[in-house]
Structures are given as structure tokens and as C-alpha cells.
């Protein structure tokens, strides 16, 4: 056994989800008969409606989105199964072979369908809002006009439908060779072969020179790639940038925020804010350099614990650490959280072959959603649990929406993962009482939210500068990327943080660029607008939870200013990030008061 490498057993071992509330399994005959379902429902939905969609009533048109949700419901049960199936066997072809083919199915039953989106986006203004304002319709009064939005960035049916194939054979099989490449991956340590999660999690390790080892190793593996991930990188910026000429998207990240339903105004305000609170990044870290007695304080440094902070948690630990915190904020939250650990909703084990990261998967309404984790037992494992599960308590209570307005835009996406994190955070504060661990599990915290408001943001300027560059330089070099990636790395952190040579390669592994392009911000703004919510919660407890409860039950069903109005808070409020931002001023004042009397 060699020191610091092999992770201690946490019981999270043998926690595997059970995808049979899905399919039996991967060989279960309804995964074919619902794609042929809904490949014909899709086809006897395009006769209907394709002669006259324009001619239809309040009460038809109802029906038709109906008609609509179903077949898309069909298509994405399927999709959930396959895509879950393939997350956790990344490193055998048959699972992503079987996801390829579901992905090509998936895409000629939807261009079926495509005809729908251009034919209601032709109904004329006045007409389409007396259609809108009918009561009829009223389930379907907020998905119908925000489709109206993209108006004049559709192309024609046959256009759109060649740019949806091309997707499939193009962009998604770029991904997938990065997930894979990534998969794949062994990164040698100290006479072991670590996978890309595994290397990563020693970042966090009390050893330094275990760290300092790991981030070597880390960047060393990455180097050896390099070609394979920065043609990704390049295949992916240029497929994005033709698909924002052909849709007349006037900036690269025009799309998503069209889907976030914010302003580019609200975007530019956020990022603006945020910058011009870098300083108290190089603030906490010199503090933190202090706090280890190391100068200067390297890049694999800055998730170091404390020293005599080192607490690891099983997962039957983390499991009552997380439940009573959110069970404490509303028994009915609680009771959903149960579920989810009790019925196999949850992958937490840590094996060859599975995806890093964590995520939740809202599934369909019929169903429920699943969370996948990598659980090794630190405090920032236990908050990861928090944060997928209030995703997932979220997607649960938005069901009631239905499949196609369940779903929540980014911009309100995060805040219940957010909001699980800081009540979770709270309880393991309560429990604590030695005043050194007290300092640990704050700093901790500072760094998640710092990771989740000024890293994110950092990687949202590297993106914008990405994609500017790869538009008006053409194919990116990785010298030039890393180049671009250390540019809007380093203005957070000041002098506070020295980097190692090899930390030029990280960008190369963050998945959002390649699968999400433009995500990340919305990290930034679900942490703040979260912050913005436990600064009401904290005022008055029982008039928030309801109004907080009813926000996630929304769902994607109203404007995200319209789903944050039931609990009291005002997206158009300019000092709404203010506001938030010192909140995380003053936990970096308690930190330093913390460390006086350490």
C-alpha cells in the first residue's frame, strides 16, 4: 500500500443506482418498442398537424402540445436510460455504441416534429396572443411564447433538420471522444494508476507533498493528450460558431442566454460585480497561506484542509449529515431527500470505467430523478451530496409541471443545489463545537463558494475569450489556449497563488466547455441568488419555506423572474449581487476573526 494514494473505505462502495424503475436492462425489449412508439406517434402527429397548425383554437392547440410532450417524454425515458447506463461503463464500447444509436434513433423522430417550432413561430403577433391569452392554454402560456423568442434565429424545416443530423455524426461524437479520452485516462502516482477522479480527489489531501504529486501527476497526463483534447476543443468551437451564423446568433453566448431567459444586461451586470470582487479571492488566500504556514501557496494548495482538520465522512454519516439538514429546513423535503438513499435514486461509488463529476438527472415525470456522485468521504464530498440532492428534490417537486415545463433554466437551475449546500453547511456547523474544526469547515465553505462564484466566473471569460479567439485566429493551438486559460486564471487570484508549470493544461479537462459551452456563469448567479435567498430564510424562517417550496414546484413553468417573485426576491434588483457578494465578505471577516484565537 503506498502512502496517501489508496482512499479509505467510506460504505459508499457498493452504492449503485438501480435503473430499473426504467428498463430491466439493456437488453429489455421496451427500450425498442418506445422508440417505435414514439417513432410513430411522432409521424401520425406530422399528418395531423402539419396541414393546418396555424388554423388551430386555444383547446386544439392544447391538445396538440399535449400530444407533443408525450412522444418527447417517450423519447427521453429512453435517453435517460441509455445516457445512465453509459456514465458508469464510459470504458466499454457497447455502452456508448448503444447510446450513439439511441442518440441517431432520437434524432429522426424529433425532425419529424421540427416542423412544429417553425410553423407556430409563423403565426402572426396579434394572433398568437389571442391564443395566449385563452385560459386554455394557459398550462402552456409561458413554453409557447418563450419558443416565440427564437424566432429569428430559426431556419427552414429542412435546414434545421440537416443541422440536427450533422449534430449527431459531428459535435455529440466529439464529446463522447473527450468523455472517453478522459475515461480512459490513467494517471501513474507513486506506483499506482489513478483515474482522473481519484487524482483529482488528492487535491484535497492534508499531504502536501501528496498534492504536490497528484497536480504533477495530473498535468503530466494531460500533456500526454493534449492532441487528441485540443482537437476536441477545436472541433467544438468551430461547430458552435457555425451554428451561431447559420441561427444569426449576434455573440457566442446569445443561445444560451436565450435559453437562461436572461438579458445579455443581467449577464454583463453579474460578471461586472463579480470581477470587481476579485480582491477578496487574493484576501482569503493569503489568509489561507498564513493558516498552513506555506509561502508562497501554490495552486494545489488551495483545497488543502486545515492542519488537525482532516475529518473524513462514511457515507452513513454524510447521509444523516445532509437528510437532517434539509429535514430540519421542511420535514417535506426531508421525506423526497429519504427516498433518494432509501430506493437506489443514487451512483456514489467510486469505480474504473464511470464518469468524474456529479450531476443530477431530472429522468421523466413518470419517473424520478438520479443523481450520480464519486463519493471519497471529504467535507466537499458530503456538500456534493447536498447540492445533487437539492437538484434532485427540485426536479422531483417539478414534476407536477410536466415533462416539458419541468425544466428550469439554468439561471434558477442551481439555486436548490446551492441552497442544500448552505443548509448543510449550517448543520455541520451546529454540530461542531472545537473552535480549530469550526475554522476548517468555514474556510472549506469559503473555498466551495469561491470556486462557485469567482472560478466559474474566471472560466466564463476564458470561454468568452475561447471562442472570440477561435472565430478571429481560427484553429487554436494548445500553447495559444493555455495562453488564454492563465490570462483569466491568474487576474483572480492576484499574487495570492503561485501556479505550477503544468496547471497551464487544466482547461483541457473541464467537461462544461466541450458539452455545455456558456454554463458556467449560471453557477455564479445560482450562488449568489442563493446567498440572496438564506439572507431571507435567516430573517424570517416561516414565511420563507412555503414561498421557497412553491418556487421549486414551478419549475420551468414561469419566467425565472416570475419563479424567484414567490419568495420575496427581485431578479431586476441591480444590487441583488451586491448584496449577496458581501455576504461572502463577511464570512471571509469571520474567518480571519476564527484564525486570531485559533
Known amino acids: 500500500m503506498v502512502k496517501g494514494v489508496n482512499q479509505a473505505a ?13 428498463y430491466a436492462g439493456v437488453g429489455d425489449p421496451r427500450l425498442t418498442e418506445d422508440m417505435r412508439w414514439a417513432d ?51 470504458d466499454q464500447p457497447a455502452y456508448g455504441a448503444a447510446l450513439q444509436a439511441y442518440e441517431e434513433a432520437a434524432t429522426a423522430i424529433q ?126 468551437l468551430a461547430d458552435k460558431a457555425l451554428d451561431d451564423r447559420l441561427h444569426r446568433y449576434p455573440h457566442w453566448l446569445s443561445d444560451r442566454n436565450l435559453s437562461n431567459e436572461i438579458s445579455d444586461k443581467m449577464v454583463e451586470a453579474l460578471e461586472h460585480a463579480v470581477v470587481g470582487c476579485y480582491g477578496l479571492v487574493a484576501r482569503y488566500y493569503r489568509l489561507k497561506a498564513k493558516l498552513l504556514k506555506v509561502s508562497p501557496l501554490m495552486d494545489y494548495d488551495r483545497y488543502a484542509p486545515l492542519p488537525g482538520d482532516e475529518r473524513r465522512y462514511d457515507w452513513t454519516e454524510c447521509q444523516r449529515i445532509v437528510l437532517a439538514a434539509v429535514t430540519d429546513f421542511s420535514p417535506e423535503l426531508g421525506a423526497i431527500g429519504q427516498r433518494f438513499f432509501a430506493e437506489g435514486w443514487i451512483d456514489a461509488a467510486l469505480v474504473p470505467g464511470k464518469r468524474g463529476g456529479a450531476f443530477a438527472h431530472p429522468v421523466t415525470p413518470d419517473v424520478h430523478p438520479y443523481l450520480m456522485v464519486n ?3 471529504t467535507v466537499r464530498d458530503v456538500m456534493t451530496v447536498a447540492h445533487e440532492l437539492g437538484h434532485g428534490i427540485h426536479q422531483y417537486l417539478a414534476r407536477e409541471q410536466g415533462y416539458m415545463n419541468a425544466d428550469t433554466p439554468l439561471t434558477t437551475a442551481e439555486t436548490a443545489s446551492v441552497f442544500g449546500e448552505m443548509l448543510t453547511f449550517g448543520q455541520l456547523m451546529r454540530e461542531e463545537q472545537d473552535p480549530r474544526r469550526r ?99 435567516r430573517a424570517a424562517p416561516a414565511d420563507f419555506v412555503p414561498g421557497y417550496i412553491a418556487m421549486l414546484k414551478l419549475g420551468g ?22 448584496r449577496a457578494l458581501d455576504y461572502m465578505v463577511g464570512m471571509v471577516d469571520e474567518a480571519e476573526k476564527l484564525a486570531e484565537v485559533r
Not at 467510506?10 to 426504467?22: C, F, K, P
Not at 490570462?487 to 479537462?509: C, L, N, V
Open 111 to 236: 425532425n419529424q416534429l421540427i416542423f412544429f417550432d417553425i410553423a407556430w413561430n409563423a403565426v402572426e403577433d396579434s394572433r398568437a396572443e389571442s391564443l395566449l391569452a385563452d385560459p386554455a392554454l394557459a398550462h402552456w402560456s409561458h413554453l409557447l411564447r418563450n419558443w416565440r423568442r427564437y424566432r429569428d434565429h430559426l431556419r427552414s424545416e429542412s435546414e434545421e433538420q440537416i443541422l440536427s443530423e450533422k449534430r449527431v455524426t459531428g459535435r455529440a461524437l466529439w464529446e463522447r471522444l473527450f468523455d472517453e479520452t478522459l475515461t480512459e485516462m490513467r494517471f501513474p502516482l507513486r506506483g499506482k494508476q489513478l483515474t482522473e477522479q481519484e487524482v483529482l480527489t488528492l487535491l484535497s489531501d492534508p499531504d502536501r507533498e501528496l498534492r504536490r504529486d497528484a497536480a504533477e501527476s495530473l498535468s503530466k497526463g494531460l500533456e500526454g493528450r493534449l492532441h487528441t483534447l485540443t482537437t476536441c476543443f477545436n472541433a467544438v
Open 439 to 537: 475554522l476548517g469547515l468555514l474556510c472549506g465553505k469559503i473555498e466551495d463558494t469561491f470556486a462557485t462564484v469567482f472560478r466559474q466566473m474566471a472560466m466564463h471569460r476564458f470561454e468568452e475569450v475561447m471562442h472570440g479567439a477561435r472565430r478571429a485566429e481560427g484553429e487554436l493551438s494548445k500553447e495559444r489556449l493555455a495562453e488564454l486559460w492563465m490570462q483569466t486564471q491568474t487576474e483572480q487570484f492576484a499574487d495570492s497563488i503561485q501556479f505550477s508549470p503544468g496547471y497551464r493544461w487544466w482547461w483541457s479537462y473541464i467537461p462544461h466547455f466541450i458539452g455545455s459551452p456558456g454554463y458556467v456563469y449560471a453557477y455564479a448567479f445560482g450562488e449568489l441568488l442563493t446567498l440572496a435567498l438564506i439572507q431571507r430564510y
Open 40 to 90: 410513430n406517434a411522432a409521424m401520425r402527429f406530422a399528418e395531423v398537424y402539419r396541414p393546418g397548425l396555424g388554423g388551430l383554437d386555444a383547446a386544439q392547440l392544447a391538445a396538440a402540445m399535449a400530444q407533443l410532450e408525450a412522444i418527447r417524454q417517450r423519447i427521453g425515458r429512453v435517453g435517460t436510460f441509455r445516457y445512465l447506463s453509459y456514465v458508469t461503463h464510459a
Open 10 to 22: 467510506t460504505g459508499a462502495e457498493q452504492i449503485h443506482w438501480r435503473l430499473g424503475d426504467l
Open 375 to 377: 463519493y471519497t468521504g
Open 557 to 578: 413553468s414561469k419566467a425565472p423572474a416570475e419563479v424567484v417573485a414567490t419568495t420575496g426576491i427581485d431578479l431586476e434588483d441591480p444590487e441583488i449581487w451586491s
